[in-house]
Each structure stands twice: as structure tokens, then as C-alpha cells.
């Protein structure tokens, strides 16, 4: 793990985002509250931000984290769900992983609940939108 004892503890946020698609029944199916598992997205965005604080525990060398705060949103259209994850927390060391994690997991959790209805579904486009705080200062994709 990198030592990061000597860095100044500042206020740092990610923004991480992903898609998963699928056909418009299993949207509408979504949408519509008609999945057998559950609500999809409240069981999805519950598992992201559950992701976010485990992250250490999933990702060799990740220092833990006092998370402040991840939020989850998530945006339905005609051919699948954009899922973006916002992490934050006042610390030595970013919170790009957490919320790259968090879009992650939301975004398996939503193939999990929903793979019957569509086996053809993809997960992709996982990327860091952002990160503001820290030594290195503030990016934007």
C-alpha cells in the first residue's frame, strides 16, 4: 500500500459512470416494476453504494475510507440504464476506486436481477468522470 501519511487530509470527490444495455421489454419490464426479484433499481443502487464501502476489501492495496457520501443515479431509456456513482470523503487519498466500484456493482446488480428477461445484455463504458481534491488538484474527462 502506498504511504500517504505525510498528505494533507482535503475534501475529495469522484464521480464514476457506466451503461448496461438491453432490449426495451426488459427496460419497460424495469420500468414498470414487473421483475420477479424486486425493484431493480432500489436493489441495484442499495448494492453500489454497499460496493463503495467495501472497496478495500475488493481491490488489493485500496486504503479504506470514511466515506461522507455515495449516491447513486440512475437514468432508464429506451435501450438500457446509465448508472453514475458520486463518492466523497475529507481524506489523504482519493475516492476514484469507491466510485468506480459503486457503478460497477450497480450496474451486475442490475444484470443479476433482470437476466431473465434479456441474457443478451451489456455491461461496458465504465469510466472516471471526474475527481476534485488532493495533491494532483482537480480533472474533468
Same mark, same amino acid.
Given at each position: 500500500m502506498v504511504d500517504v501519511g505525510d498528505k494533507v487530509v482535503t475534501q475529495r470527490q469522484a464521480v =464514476?459512470?457506466?451503461?448496461?444495455? /438491453?432490449t426495451s421489454d426488459a427496460v419497460?419490464?424495469? =420500468? =414498470?416494476?414487473?421483475?420477479?426479484?424486486?425493484?431493480?433499481l432500489a436493489v441495484a443502487r442499495v448494492a453500489g453504494i454497499m460496493a463503495a464501502k467495501k472497496t478495500s476489501d475488493l481491490i488489493p492495496l485500496c486504503h479504506p475510507l470514511?466515506?461522507?457520501?455515495v449516491e447513486i443515479e440512475l437514468d432508464l431509456d429506451d435501450s438500457g440504464v446509465t448508472a453514475t456513482a458520486t463518492a466523497a470523503t475529507a481524506g489523504q487519498t482519493g475516492v476514484e476506486m469507491e466510485a468506480l466500484t459503486a457503478?460497477?456493482?450497480?450496474?451486475?446488480?442490475?444484470?443479476? /436481477?433482470?437476466? =431473465?428477461?434479456?441474457k443478451r445484455m451489456t455491461v461496458g463504458d465504465?469510466?472516471?468522470?471526474?475527481?476534485?481534491?488532493?495533491?494532483?488538484?482537480d480533472w474533468h474527462a
Open positions: =464514476a459512470q457506466g451503461r448496461i444495455t /438491453m419497460a419490464a424495469i =420500468a =414498470a416494476g414487473r421483475v420477479k426479484k424486486g425493484d431493480v470514511p466515506l461522507s457520501k457503478v460497477s456493482v450497480t450496474l451486475l446488480t442490475i444484470y443479476d /436481477m433482470a437476466k =431473465a428477461l434479456d465504465i469510466r472516471l468522470l471526474s475527481k476534485i481534491g488532493g495533491k494532483s488538484g
